[in-house]
Structure formats: structure tokens, C-alpha cells
């Protein structure tokens, strides 16, 4: 049985760290990753969504995960998300993430094509066996175009690497389903930030989210209150949260670029969101400094 403890807690989607040239900066990716070990996160997890590694060369991606070991290996769960268009380029990211030392991969299905669903088995069985590594589907059907099924989900869990789902579809009764009907136990990581405690509350052991990195604190606080069955609490926290979500999304551009400027008030600079994820325009970069005060104010609440 492959421990399961230490990924269960609030793992921040890690940011893609660009220079003020748009490209990737080594300095800044280990600034941004002891930022999070500083803050007591349990770990992070590397080239997602949220690090637009779909706009990133296989070996950029390799520089981001070499510099957040570099900071932080050893010190926090790392789960290193390797998928990419084709399973060649995944297996070599897979590879050189086990080289690393990281705790978990990670893989979203086959991108941009619609396959058949024996074809996404054997995407992903390949990338269990390339490593001896802990491994975690990611169910983004918003993203990808496909649903995970339960059928696929129990092949994969056949597979003795294979702990557990990153769920980021919106149904929390997903998760629910997957946790009942799942031939062994399995590990779910709640995607959606906007229903962490919906999520948690139908099952989920664990969150990785995109907005966790801004207000990492609200987070932790949210799934202690969650962890201690404080639900009012965590209720009140979560509608503070998505408050400040609502506020975010609510600029023209792209959330990732958003949540760069809000750090970038906080002296963590890590560039731009990379085109063609469009950028902030003149008028978002006051409602972003709203979010960035509605966090202050959330986290001195806290303390
Ligand atoms: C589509 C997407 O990026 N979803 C995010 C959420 O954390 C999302 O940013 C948040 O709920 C705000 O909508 C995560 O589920 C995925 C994620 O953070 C990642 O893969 O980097």
C-alpha cells in the first residue's frame, strides 16, 4: 500500500515563473517555491493548468520542475504533473521527474484529438510504467473534452502506482462516485477552489488548486476548520474565498495573469501569463488590487 498521508492537505497549483523577457526564470520559480514552503503548504504541484505547461517547451517544463527540487525537493510532496500532447514527450518528462526525485506524476488525457477511451488507457499506462512513481489522473473534462469513467478509473486503479484522481470536473458527486465505486482505496484531490468545502465534504481527502497560490493561509485555515468539522466556519470562509475568486475572474484578462499582478503587490514577481492566455487591460488592474486588499483583509481576519 503506498502512503497516502503526505499528500493530504492544500497543494497550490504552481505558477509558471517568466522573467520581464517572457521566459522561464529559474531564480524566480525557486524564489515562488520557497515562498510556499515558507508558508506551510504540503506541497505543490508543478506544471499545470495553472504553470501553462501546454504553452511550454518539453524542456522548459524540465527547468520549472529542476528548479522547484532545487528549492524544495526533499522539503514538501511534489507531484509533478508530465502530460503532454504526445506520449513520447510525456514519457521523457516522466522520466526526468522520477531522475528529480518527485513524490507523484501527474497526467491529464490525450489533448486536442477526441480518442477512444482504449486509447487514453494506454496514454496513461504508459506513463505508469515508464516510472516505480506514485501516479494521479486528472479529470478535467472542461479542459480536455473527456469525463473520466468509472470503467477506465478501475483499469487504471489495477495499476499498483496508480493512488488516486485529481478531480477538477464541477460535480462534486464525481468525486462521490469515484470514492464509492473505486476497487481499492484511492486518494481524491478536490479541483474546483470555488467548492473546496462541497468538495471535501463528498469525499474528497485533499485539495491542488489554481488560486490557492494568492491566499495560500485561507486555504490551510479552511480544511483545518474542514479536518475539526467546524462547518460553519468553513462555510463563512469558503463564501469569503469565492468572493475574491468572483473578484478576480471578473477582469478581462486570463486568472493566471491576474494572479501573477496580485503577487507581484506582494514583491513575488513572476512575469506575465504567456500568450495566448489573454493579459490584464487597463481596467482590471484596479479590481485587481481590490482582490489583492479583499485577501489582506481575509488573512489579518484570520490571524
Ligand atoms: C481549470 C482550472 O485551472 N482549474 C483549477 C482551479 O483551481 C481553478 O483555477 C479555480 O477553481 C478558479 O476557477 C484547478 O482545478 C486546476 C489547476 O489548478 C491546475 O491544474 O493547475
Redesign the pocket.
Known sequence: MRDLEKYKGIIP?FYACYDEEGEVSPERIQMLATHYLEVGVKGL?VG????ECIYQTVNERKIVLENVMKAVGGKMTIIA?IAAPSTRDSLELAKHAENLGVDALAAIPPIYFVLPEDAIENYWTSMVEATDLDFIIYN?P??TGYALSVTLLNKMLAHEQVIGVKN?SMPVLDINTFKLESNKELIIFN????QFLGGRSMGADAG????YGVMPQAYLTLDRYIRHSQMREALDLQNDINKI?FKM?SCQGN?YDVMKYILSLDGLKIGQARLPLPRMVETDFAIAKEAHEMIQKLLTKLN
Do not use: N
Not at 499545470?48 to 504553470?51: A, K, L, P
Not at 479541483?191 to 470555488?194: N, Q
Not at 491542488?208 to 488560486?211: A, C, D, L, M, S
Open positions: 497549483a504541484y499545470g493548468s495553472s504553470g504533473h478535467i472542461q479542459t477538477s479541483g474546483p477552489d470555488e491542488i488548486g489554481g488560486t475568486i475572474v486568472l
